[in-house]
Nanobody, 125 residues
Framework: VQLQASGGGLVQAGGSLRLTCVASGGTFTYYTMGWFRQAPGKEREFVAGIGRSGGWAEYADSVKGRFTISRDNGKKKVFLQMDSLESEDTAVYYC???????????????????WGQGTLVTVSS
């Protein structure tokens, strides 16, 4: 599966952005989808993941209550709605896909075998 992320940009603290990831190839519903981010000088970290049917999501503690992940299986898209953005959210955001069973939602980046190219989110304080 190939992934293409978009929607990043420059936003003031407290603002919102919506990231979109479009998948092509493969059977989209076979994959758990995740968003990860990598800030300068830091490791890539899990942000949010959503199960194959869209009925189950997991979030990093740092974004709970502010970010919402969703997916549209018919359109092969996954979204990350980011509200109440903080300067600490500044990073390159990547969407990723993990071939998984229905009851599995990995948060370990090593489990994700497919990655998009990343989109930069900059939050100014």
């Amino acid at each position: 599966v190939q992934l293409q992320a978009s929607g990043g940009g420059l936003v003031q603290a407290g603002g919102s952005l919506r990231l979109t990831c479009v998948a092509s190839g493969g059977t989209f519903t076979y994959y758990t989808m995740g968003w990860f981010r990598q800030a300068p000088g830091k490791e890539r970290e899990f942000v949010a993941g959503i199960g194959r049917s869209g009925g189950w999501a997991e979030y990093a503690d740092s974004v709970k209550g502010r970010f919402t992940i969703s997916r549209d299986n018919g359109k092969k898209k996954v979204f990350l709605q980011m509200d109440s953005l903080e300067s600490e959210d500044t990073a390159v955001y990547y969407c990723a896909a993990a071939r998984s069973i229905v009851t599995d939602l990995p948060i370990d980046k090593a489990r994700y075998g497919y990655w998009g190219q990343g989109t930069l989110v900059t939050v100014s304080s």
